[in-house]
């Protein structure tokens, strides 16, 4: 149902394709790509055992491209990716394993056009994180959800440097929980709330 919810949102947004092919300029292409290196910065907020035992995500720097289609020249929508990341599972400042985490991000967004090579924007949308390798911690001892699925903000800028390449810095903010299961604690040893900042710095191609 999760994974529905996010296909639906890209399928309405692919389905306004025709209406932004009229309201486009025809001189102007509708697409832009990005590359960018960006620093998860985990909240950790805990529940439960998980807060008893200090279960914490471990902060790290992952690659991510995005693509983004403009409707007209101030609104576009922008799709987030990366692949399955490896992310660090910490308890009380031992190692107790890793999960997988891939999530893509889908995001509608204002762009401010009256600044020149300076265009910054600001956008909101949905995310959705599927985990995986998730029975790994401690040895199999502890197991997380298979899915998350939360609201992700955005403000940031665009420097281009000509009407093709630019300078890109972005912040963005997802609201993202997992349950954290054990043998040990029950069905349910608590809730791990990672709710990442990303800020990001990377590179702008505009079509």
Do not use: C
């Not at 949102?9 to 790509?33: D, K, R």
């Not at 990005?34 to 998980?50: C, K, S």
């Amino acid at each position: 149902m999760r994974l529905k919810t996010l296909v639906a949102a890209m399928a309405a947004v692919a389905s306004l394709a025709p209406i932004a092919a009229q309201a486009q300029s025809s001189s102007e292409n509708p697409w832009m790509v990005r590359v960018r290196a960006v620093d998860l910065l985990w909240q950790n907020g805990q529940t439960g055992a998980v807060q008893t035992l200090d279960v914490k995500a471990k902060d790290q720097i992952i690659p991510e491209f995005d693509v983004s289609y403009f409707f007209t020249k101030n609104i576009a929508a922008e799709l987030v990716l990366t692949y399955p990341q490896s992310i660090q599972i910490d308890a009380g400042g031992n190692k107790l394993g890793t999960i997988k985490a891939l999530p893509p991000s889908l995001v509608l967004q204002y762009h401010f056009t009256e600044f020149g090579a300076f265009k910054p924007y600001v956008g909101a949308g949905i995310n959705y994180t599927i985990f995986s390798s998730r029975n790994n911690l401690g040895g199999g001892t502890y197991s997380v959800d298979s899915s998350s699925v939360g609201a992700v903000g955005q403000i940031g800028m665009d420097y281009m440097f000509d009407k093709n390449w630019g300078l890109n810095v972005d912040l963005k903010y997802a609201t993202m929980s997992t349950n954290v299961s054990s043998p040990a604690y029950g069905p349910v040893a608590g809730k791990l709330t990672l709710n990442p900042w990303m800020p990001a710095v990377g590179v702008t191609y505009k079509f």
